[in-house]
Structure formats: structure tokens, C-alpha cells
């Protein structure tokens, strides 16, 4: 097993390893998956090191912001997963739900004051970077943040990218290297770690460990989180067994048509694996695995030249590149501004040419005022952007193309460009299955002209900004199945 590449390892506080502690913990936040985790990969080196067991804490807190049965039943389907794969393995799997606010509070430090070291997933959004730090200044032994987020290690450049472009381009002359090293299919298939410890009887009382039954999750368990249960469970489930379902749909079915159909509403050719990927459930480098072995491709094919052009340095099927535009170019590029910008979730990150534009139209009259009660309920003049609400309401989802219309109608009809931020933030993060992720703030600030260049003519409300019309996207778009599936 090759070791975990240096620049994946961030130390978080300068507390030193205990070697006569009683195992190594990895605490796993958001690479909730057993393979190609290069923190459980890390923990593992450690554990075989030190020659100590290991223990996996898995926890879901309920004071998290916009918990809910969705949310929460999502996490607790891949925790069932961990669960279930783990169950073989020579660890101690430690899955903790917390049952009333704070109850989990003590538990890190609890199973820290036992242990040598801890290594947890490094993540640049949401709350997790601040909870990082704060556990690194609590802890008072070593703890480790191990980046298993994209293909592109965070720390191979200080650079902050402000177009795909210059960041594709940036790509082609770095990936060649990062793509030869990947995390261990199953960093648990051949170690040699000690038998799971036993953990304190006290401990365990005080934060019992999910059952299985309560991680299957009905109704009624669900109900007993003081968390928000009007936004209910989605119809599609968590976890690394249906992620990878998901990924096997996809390349059997559906990306031979990516390239030409992946816009249109009615023809559902995209993977849907955002979700997964979002809570850790599968990794970009198990989706690019699978896809380069259907593709019969070697990173001996990938071109030589960094231009910066969409198609091409990949050398696989039309498919194939779009598809790895999305995955790697723009997924990472939301990664690359969050690790580097703590204002990324900020109006004022926004580009100064889009600042001034929207600053300059901020007045305009507006043809329809909407509140966020309206919006989220689905009020609107508009038949195809209810649609879309509904869906997220609904579905945990917004078809791709028209997560775009979504975001720049909120714009048009909010009596600010910083209304329409937050009422986005809060739609997108509250609903969708994949919000609160870099990929969150990337498609709501790129509404506003993030990532974007000026477009003329310059027109009422959005200025220079991008425009896009729900009377056009109904033209170019097969889109009747969508509204009548939303009609509501
Ligand atoms: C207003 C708005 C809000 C958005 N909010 C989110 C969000 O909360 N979470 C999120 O993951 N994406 C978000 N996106 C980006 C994009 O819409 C979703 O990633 C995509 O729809 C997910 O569907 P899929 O997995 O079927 O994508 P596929 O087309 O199958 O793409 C594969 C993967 O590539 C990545 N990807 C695809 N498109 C984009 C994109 N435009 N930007 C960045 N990464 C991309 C995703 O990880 C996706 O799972 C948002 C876009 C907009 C315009």
C-alpha cells in the first residue's frame, strides 16, 4: 500500500502522538466511506505503526444548520453502510447519533484522553473547517486532517482560480501526477492492525453506540431527533452500496448520451451522484476508476498539451470529457476557492466588475417581488420555475440545467442582489441533498457573475450579468414530461 501522499496531511495542533495510548482514532466527517479514503488509509499506516487497534468514530450531531429527516436519514443510510462493511473488518466501528442537542458534546475528547492520535477528514465548507479547528486547540494529542476531497490534492497550489478556464488549464500540467496516486481500493483488506479494543462500559452509557435497527431508520426514529421534520426523507437513500449502483446506472445507461442530452430535462442522463459525493459516499477517484476501466483508458492516453480546452486532453468519448469537465474543472474549482477564501459563502467575494453591475441595476424596477415564503413554497408566476422548486422540495434535487434558471430568477425577482444570495443559500442548503457543499456556493455565486465574464447588452437588474429567460430554456429544452412530473 503506498503511503498517503504529504501534501493530503494537514497537522491541525502540534499536541504529539501518545504511543502507549490505547488505539488510533480516525473520526470520520466527510469522507463517510470504508474505501478510497485516504484518512482512513492514514489511520490505518498509523495503527500499523504504532502497532494499536483502531477505532472508527462516525457521529451525527443534531444541531447541525438545516437538520432535518432528509439530511439526517441520508447520513444515517451511509452510516448503515460503514456499518454493515465494517462489521469484517479489525476495527471498532463507533457509529454515534446524537439523541437531544449537545448530548454528543465530551465524546471526541472522551475517546482522545484513550487513544495515541486521531486523523480526521480535512473539508473546506460548511461548519466542519471551524469545528476542525476548534478539536485541534481541544485535543491534547496529535490530530491529523487527511484531504481525500478531489483528484487535485488542496495544498498543490496556493492559487485562487477565477475562471474554469485558467483552472482547466492549470489541471492539464498538474493532474498527470496526482492521477498516479490514489487512495487503496480497501486500506483494511491486508492490514495488520491489533483486535478492536474494548472500549469503557462508562463511556458507552453515556454515548451509546446507533444500533443497527435505529441507523435503518423509520418514521418514528427519525421523529425522535429534534431536528426539522417538515423536510422530509427523499425518495432516494445514502451510502456507498447505492452510490455505487448510481455510478453503474450511469456508465451502463446514460453517459454514452451526456454530451448531447445532458441539458434536457426530459432525457435524466446525468449521474445524480452529487448527493453521494457531497456526505463522502463515494470518492472522485472510485468514479474516475470505474469510468477510465469502462473507457479502457490509461493515463498514457491523456494529452501532452495544456490548453485549457474543455475536450480533448482526456482523449476518451464525448461523454466521457464532459463528463470529467463537471467532476474534476468544476467541482474542484469550488473546492480550490473554499480551502483558499473563508468569505466564499460572502455577497462581497463576489468579482468587483459583478459587484458594480448589480450595485448599478440594484434599484431597477423589479416585474415581480417574491418573498422567501413565496419562493419556497412555489408561488410564482412561473410554471417552469415552480416546477424546479418543486422538485427540490420534493426530491432532494434540481435537474442541472434548470438549477441555473432557478438561481437567476431569484436574482430578477428580489428586491437585492443580497436578498437573492440569501434566499438562495437558504432554499438550495435547506433542501437540496448536495447543498452546503463548495459546489453549493459555486452555482449561487456564478448566478451573480462568479467564475463568469461581463455579457452585453447590458440589461435592467442583472446589468452585465449573465441572463437567462424560462421562455427560452422552454424553447430549447425537451422539458414537457419535467412540467407535467411538477406540476404540482
Ligand atoms: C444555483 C445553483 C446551485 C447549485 N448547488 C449545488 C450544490 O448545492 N451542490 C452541488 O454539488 N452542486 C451544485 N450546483 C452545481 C450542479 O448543478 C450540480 O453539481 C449538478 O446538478 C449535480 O447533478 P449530477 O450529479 O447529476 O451532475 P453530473 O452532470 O452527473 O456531474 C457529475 C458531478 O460533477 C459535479 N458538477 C456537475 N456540474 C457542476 C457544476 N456546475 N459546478 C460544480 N460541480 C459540478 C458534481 O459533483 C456532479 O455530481 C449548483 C448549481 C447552480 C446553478
Known sequence: MAPVPENRI?????????????????WMTAARRTERNFGLQRAVEWAVELKKPLVVLEALRCGYP???????????????DNRARLKKKPVLY?????????????LLKALSDLACNVVTDD?????????????????????????????????????????????RRFLQGELREHLRSVPTKDPLSRASVPPPPVLPRKLMTRWPPATEALLRGDAAGLGAFPIDHRVEPAAIRGGAKEASAALTRFLRHRIGRYAEEGSHPDSEVT?????????????????????????????????????????????????????????????????NM?????????????????????????????????????????????????????????EGRIQNYLRMIWGKKILEWSPSPREALEVMIELNDKYALDG????????????????????????????????MSSRNTA??????????????
Not at 131 to 160: H, Q, W, Y
Not at 352 to 358: D, F, G, Q, S
Not at 447 to 454: F, I, S
Not at 475 to 488: I, P
Request: one cysteine or more; hydrophobic letters at 35%.
Open 10 to 26: 494537514r497537522p491541525v495542533n502540534e499536541a504529539p502522538v501518545v504511543p502507549n495510548g490505547g488505539f488510533v482514532l480516525y
Open 66 to 80: 438545516w437538520a432535518s429527516d432528509r439530511l439526517h436519514r441520508f447520513i444515517m443510510d451511509g452510516m448503515a
Open 94 to 106: 463507533y457509529p454515534y447519533l446524537e439523541r437531544s442537542l449537545g448530548e454528543g458534546k465530551g
Open 123 to 167: 473539508y473546506p465548507a460548511f461548519f466542519l473547517p471551524r469545528m476542525l479547528e476548534a478539536a485541534g486547540k481541544l485535543l491534547p494529542i496529535r490530530l491529523e486532517a487527511v484531504d481525500s476531497n478531489g483528484i487535485l490534492p488542496l495544498a498543490a497550489t496556493d492559487r485562487v482560480f477565477l475562471t474554469a478556464f485558467s483552472f
Open 271 to 335: 449521474s445524480g451522484l452529487s448527493p453521494y459525493l457531497h456526505f463522502g459516499h463515494v470518492s472522485s477517484h472510485e468514479v474516475l476508476a470505474r469510468l477510465t476501466r469502462y473507457e479502457k483508458w490509461s493515463v498514457r492516453r491523456l494529452g501532452v498539451k495544456a490548453t485549457g480546452g474543455r475536450s480533448g486532453w482526456w482523449r476518451m468519448s464525448d461523454g466521457a470529457e464532459r463528463f470529467l469537465d463537471q467532476l474534476i474543472t468544476w467541482r474542484e474549482l469550488g473546492y
Open 338 to 394: 473554499c480551502s483558499k477564501r473563508t468569505d466564499y459563502a460572502e455577497y462581497d467575494s463576489l468579482p468587483e466588475w459583478a459587484k458594480e453591475t448589480l450595485g448599478k441595476h440594484e434599484k431597477d424596477p423589479r416585474p415581480h417581488i417574491y418573498s422567501l415564503d413565496e419562493f419556497e413554497a412555489a408561488h410564482t408566476h412561473d410554471p417552469l420555475w415552480n416546477a424546479a422548486q418543486r422538485q427540490l422540495l420534493q
Open 436 to 467: 452546503r457543499d463548495p459546489n453549493s456556493y459555486s452555482g449561487i455565486f456564478w448566478t451573480l457573475g462568479r467564475y463568469d465574464r461581463p455579457w452585453a447588452p447590458e440589461r435592467p437588474i442583472f446589468g452585465k450579468i449573465r441572463y
Open 475 to 488: 424553447r430549447k429544452l425537451r422539458l414537457r414530461d419535467y412540467l407535467e412530473r411538477y406540476s404540482g
